[in-house]
């Protein structure tokens, strides 16, 4: 666990620092394009570029790809260093390719995400934005792939902490955007195609950025790059075998983000601020702990998992998956739990700002507490993903995402039907909550199949345990957020005194409790802080 809880540690630290400044950034954007209109334009417009990548390569990425590179570092004569750049080249070149071509289908992609209540001149935009930043796919995939290969030497900070350049650029395009564009940045009807441009192409600078800080670490770590356009020796049958399955996972998966696109954009059409904007928003906050917690211990468990079913060692893999769930579960818990509370007052802080409305950021944090709902099972979700793939079976995460894509895509299109607009992006958030929730129970399952068992009864033991702490704390912050609402109603500044009062105090009080109760992460985290207090 120490070994995991370090690594995890180091990347945390970068990804608390993206995220902050991805918090900034999410703050500035809305205030410059509100989450109306023009802020729906540019959130399915810059959605684009990932859904393609995830489909034709970020899918394969985490079930293939690190697996495989793991498997040629030990077998191959050369430790794998040629199948890594073979790999590289044949990437870049594919990827080069799907940029060219999503550039000149912009108007076909925009239309496939877009409902039949936006104007001709929303859509217009929409469009004009899109072959601005879908460029980003190249810069996106290639710096996805110098991230994998460097996960594969343990070398985990650079990737969690170079999307802190991409933010830091966006933040000084955005800003500039909101000076020169002014009120109209925010209204789809007046927006020039000059400002279009800063935006689109801003946005595409960040992503170059981060790509770049990448394959600098990549160099640092001892990788030289050189083209190899040979197929044999690449791998490419088994991967192609295996990557068939990750192709066909997240085909289904966006199938479901396709259906809770139309259904978000159709009911932003109707009620100005309830689109795509506010559910995108929402769930990028319900990100936060998760991006911060999960993905650190996910990207450290992996390589270690796969090297352990490599060698049959199936004690190791069900060892190192129950400490990454109660390491995941010991801050998720209580922020999940939080998150429920205090949504509102957190995007009221962050988004009630420029050419935003109040009424908007509060509805942006209505979503954000039922996303809190969903902050564990996702989390668990992913987690048990990776068991899946250590082994390297993409087969039967795909039967699962099916089962998942199915619940979730029945209870949106019930909520777009039986909601009224303004509920019905806060009702796609629950049918998450509930496909997530399935899944989780579903994957588990099938996991413990495969590895005769996954501590059940102590991962069982621990939530339990870290739930009951986290009681407490959950009721302290809603005290406080009852009380602040009642004296000053829901301001910027009222929404502050909740977070840093109700929220700090709600967090300190969970960790006193689980301390005294003697959760072994708790402790360990305590240990590992005040020992560095003592230096």
Known sequence: MSRVLRAS?????????????????????????????MGDAYTVANAI???????????????????SIVRRQKSDPDGGRSYEQRLLTIGTVALILLTAAAVLLAGPLIGLYTDDGWSDRQTEVAVMLARYVLPQIAFVGVGALAGAILNTRDRFAAPMWAPVLNNVVMIGVLV?????????????????????????????????????????SLHRAGFRFRPRFGLRGAGL?????????????????????WVTTMIASGAGGEAEGAGNTAYAQAFQLFQLPYGIIAVSVITAMLPRMSRSAAEGD?????????????????????????????????????????????????????????FGLALVPFSLFQLLLRVFYAFGDTRTPVFIGAGNTAVSIGLSLLSAAVLPPR?????????LTAAYATGTVV??????????GLNGR???????????????????????????????????????????????????????????????EVSSIVGMVTGRGRR
């Open 49 to 67: 570029p990932f859904i393609l990548f995830d489909f034709l390569i970020g899918g394969i990425l985490s079930s293939v790809v690190v697996p």
């Open 458 to 520: 102590v991962v069982a033991s621990g939530l339990s345990r870290m739930y009951t702490a986290a009681l407490p704390g959950t009721l302290a912050a809603l005290g406080v957020l009852w009380l602040t609402r009642e004296l000053a109603g829901l301001t910027p500044l009222s929404a502050a005194v909740m977070l840093a009062v109700g929220g700090g105090a709600g967090l300190a009080l969970y960790l006193v409790v689980a301390h005294r109760m003697r959760i072994p």
């Open 314 to 370: 199936l004690g190791t893999v069900r060892d190192e998956f129950a400490s990454g769930v109660r390491l995941v579960a010991v801050l998720l818990v209580p922020a999940g739990l939080l998150l429920m509370v205090l949504g509102p007052a957190v995007t009221v802080l962050i988004y009630s700002w420029g050419n935003n409305t109040l009424d908007n950021a509060v509805y942006i944090g209505n979503v954000l507490q039922v």
């Open 443 to 452: 994957a588990w399952m099938l996991a413990s199949r495969r590895t005769r």
């Open 9 to 37: 540690a180091i990347m945390a630290a970068g990804t608390m620092v993206s995220r902050v400044t991805g918090f900034v950034k999410a703050a500035v954007l809305v205030a410059a394009l509100g989450s109306a209109h």
């Open 237 to 257: 049958g088994e991967m192609g075998r295996t990557a068939g399955w990750g192709i066909v996972y997240v085909l289904i998966t966006q199938v479901g983000f």
């Open 176 to 216: 500039l955007y909101l000076v020169t564009a002014g009120r109209s940045g925010a209204d789809v009807e007046a927006v020039s195609e000059a400002d279009l441009a800063l935006l689109g192409l801003g946005t595409t600078a960040g992503i170059v950025a981060q790509c770049l800080v990448l394959m600098v």
């Open 423 to 431: 509920y019905v992006v806060m009702g796609l958030a629950c049918a």
